[in-house]
């Protein structure tokens, strides 16, 4: 091998391992929310259903008095994590001691067409403005606009003194008469 062969071999290595160095990083940085988007478990990376949302202490919820709380959660989409924004809400319902489970929580989505559920006049169920569908304190459609009931999520409590009220959100199919996750 004559020393011109030498150095030409030697700058073909470099080049290929120069090209390498950019090319794995640049790759890795592609696919990475992909990735990310079929793991679950951390809020944001997996499905909503992935992740519990804390959303407020026992103590913080009177017997039979709704109260509704935000769900606020990282999203992300292919590209961008954007922090702690408000997702949907939920109403939270406490239960007299004893009864099971002790808290029920209701999206505060309507499973008519989606907009926000509030408090009835005079609180005695909840009600939807958009197109009025109406439901009693236990989310029973009250009239015939609502396909279904409000839609219960999971609810899992700590053991602390005063334990923390976790709801699993997850969104469901407007419309349908029962209750369809969303992917
Ligand atoms: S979206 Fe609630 S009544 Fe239509």
Redesign the pocket.
């Known amino acids: 091998m004559t020393r011109r062969d030498f150095h030409r071999l030697g700058s073909l290595a470099l080049g290929g391992l120069i090209k390498l160095a950019v090319a794995v990083p640049a790759v890795a940085f592609l696919l990475s929310p992909l990735r990310k988007r079929g793991g679950g478990g951390s809020e944001g990376a997996g499905t909503e259903a992935d992740s519990l949302a804390n959303i407020a202490s026992l103590s913080q919820l009177k017997v039979g008095e709704p109260r509704s709380f935000p769900i606020v959660r990282d999203q992300v989409d292919a590209w961008v994590r954007y922090p702690r924004e408000p997702v949907g809400s939920v109403w939270l319902v406490r239960q007299p001691d004893g009864v099971e489970p002790p808290v029920i929580a209701y999206s505060a989505e ?6 926000a ?1 509030n408090l009835a006049p005079g609180g005695a169920g909840f009600h ?6 109406s439901f009693d304190r236990e989310g029973k459609p009250l009239n015939k ?2 396909p279904r009931p409000m839609d219960t999520l999971d609810v899992e409590l700590t053991k602390d003194d005063d334990p923390r009220v976790l709801v699993r959100f997850e969104r469901f199919q ?1 419309l349908a008469e029962e209750k369809i996750p969303l992917a």
């Open positions: 309507c499973p008519h067409l989606g907009c559920i939807c403005p958009c197109h009025n569908s606009i609502p407007a």
